[in-house]
């Protein structure tokens, strides 16, 4: 009897937590138990419920990263042939690649080419191998920012074009990029994400005369702008004496800047995209809202 | 069961993106029972880390003997688990409320769900170890029956009997009413 009713709450409860099923289903499907199991599917559903935790955005994505680093670790030091002879060879047709493109001006013609090209994986190549040659993690964080400025001017464009599936291949791409940002700065210094670096620096919100930290310490939040000032210069970010001092905040103000820009861009461009072709667009700026709330903060 | 055995098999051989699918199909899954276990976020966030970095480091030796992969990884898990409580000269301090809840974007959501988490952790306390086992794998860990009979070393029905008490005894320890 009692083996029976064990078996009759593991069935429910089965379908409770794996199949996503209600109470009610697990109720009708034994009426005449339903009495002793309701209460019991009740404290389930609200273990269940209370156990459904899920890890910070930028937990994951800094997991994330530092997973792959020690895969690649791992690749390597155990020889794996195959890792070492594709990285080796990316790394060699890509340099050849760039090395044949910048006597012919293919570089311009690359640097622009939309998903739809033959060159756009030229392009890719030619951003990876920028990646490859940049050796401080804040600095391949800023170089990312900017690539995904051209994620989005890809997204909109194939949004145009009516190109659902591109638009989606382009959000993975640009939800991969946003991930390796916050993994590289969190993964670098989790100071300067904090505020307690950027309360010393009295720097503003882009686009408002807001503090970046409030009196609490926690980063105000992405601003909805029209208009916005004009990014800092990358320049002046590293040729001040004090540049080390403060890369990390004037990094941050870059990436907050950039994160706008692109939610903008995006936001901006619904109105002109086909309907087809709209709600894959949301899904980017859904996207780029995560990402902003990871790196800003307010989504820890 | 087929494609993550050839998964594994792949994994096994150092294919990077073998043991990431891996990562992400287990990832969500070891922190909730880490976190459910410890009760505290930013030790669960380490802890859920060095599960996947040790994983990878001893994946070689992993063999297929009617023990899936997720059983293997609980393992692991659950080592680590035990292994950090070892240290630990009292039972650990519940930072649920200051952490976990932090992370969620939904404050009447988060408020809601901070006193279901702080409620749960401290109510399986008050269970036997083996049933706070039974609990953290079946609904934190969200794995089926039969494979929390293996990571425990149980028969299936003796799980079931363990899963039924420990349900009677949170109802209880919750004060669920119909």
């Known amino acids: 009897m009692n083996k029976e009713f064990e078996n009759v709450l593991d069935d429910c409860l089965e379908r409770l937590i794996v199949r996503g099923e209600t109470i009610e289903d697990c109720l009708n499907a034994y009426p005449q138990r339903a009495d002793t199991l309701k209460s019991l599917l009740q404290t389930a559903l609200l273990t269940k419920n209370a156990a459904g935790i899920e890890p910070s955005p930028r937990f994951r994505a800094s997991a994330r990263y530092q997973f792959r680093i020690a895969l690649q670790k791992a690749a390597s030091s155990k020889g794996s042939f195959l890792s070492v002879w594709r990285f080796r060879l990316a790394t060699a047709l890509t340099t050849i690649i760039v090395m044949l493109m910048a006597g012919g001006g293919l570089v311009v013609a690359t640097g622009n080419s939309m998903p739809d090209s033959p060159f756009y994986s ?179 | 069961v087929q494609d993550e055995q050839s998964l594994v098999q792949r994994a096994r051989q150092h294919d990077e993106e073998a043991f990431a699918e891996l990562y992400e199909k287990y990832f969500d899954k070891i922190y909730r029972y880490i976190s459910l276990k410890i009760g505290n976020r930013i030790e669960a966030e380490d802890m859920t880390q060095q599960v996947f970095i040790n994983a990878l480091s001893s994946i070689s030796s992993f063999k297929w003997r009617g023990l899936p992969f997720s059983a293997w990884l609980f393992r692991i898990a659950h080592n680590q688990v035990v292994d950090h409580l070892r240290k630990k000269t009292r039972q650990p301090t519940f930072s649920l409320n200051e952490s976990i809840t932090a992370s969620n974007d939904n404050p009447q959501k988060m408020t809601e769900q901070n006193m279901d988490i702080e409620q749960l952790v401290l109510a399986t306390r008050n269970l036997t170890i083996a049933q706070q086992e039974v609990i953290a794998l079946r609904f934190a860990g969200e794995l089926p029956i039969s494979q929390v009979a293996k990571i425990m070393g149980k028969s299936e029905g003796a799980v079931k009997a363990l899963q039924h008490s420990a349900v009677v005894s949170l109802r209880k320890i919750l004060n669920v009413v119909q």
């Open chain 1, 122 to 300: 030229v392009k890719l190549a030619v951003e990876q191998m920028q990646l490859n040659l940049t050796f401080s993690e804040l600095d391949k964080a800023r170089l990312i920012s900017e690539f995904t400025g051209r994620r989005v001017s890809e997204i909109i464009h194939m949004a145009q074009k009516g190109d659902n599936d591109r638009v989606i291949a382009g959000t993975n791409l640009l939800n991969n990029q946003l991930e390796m940002i916050v993994g590289l700065t969190d993964y670098t210094n989790n100071l300067w994400l904090d505020g307690s670096a950027i309360k010393e620096s009295g720097q503003m919100v882009p686009g408002t005369d807001r503090p970046l930290t409030t009196t609490t310490g926690l980063i105000m939040p992405p601003p909805l702008v029209t208009s916005l000032p004009p990014s800092p210069s990358t320049d002046a970010v590293f040729q001040s004496p004090l540049a080390e001092e403060n890369e990390a905040p004037s990094l941050l103000t870059i990436l907050l800047q950039d994160g706008i820009d692109n939610s903008n861009a995006l936001r901006d461009s619904l109105s002109t995209v086909p309907e087809s072709t709209q709600p894959a667009l949301l899904e980017a700026i859904a996207v780029l809202e995560e990402y902003y709330d990871a790196i800003s903060g307010t989504g820890d």
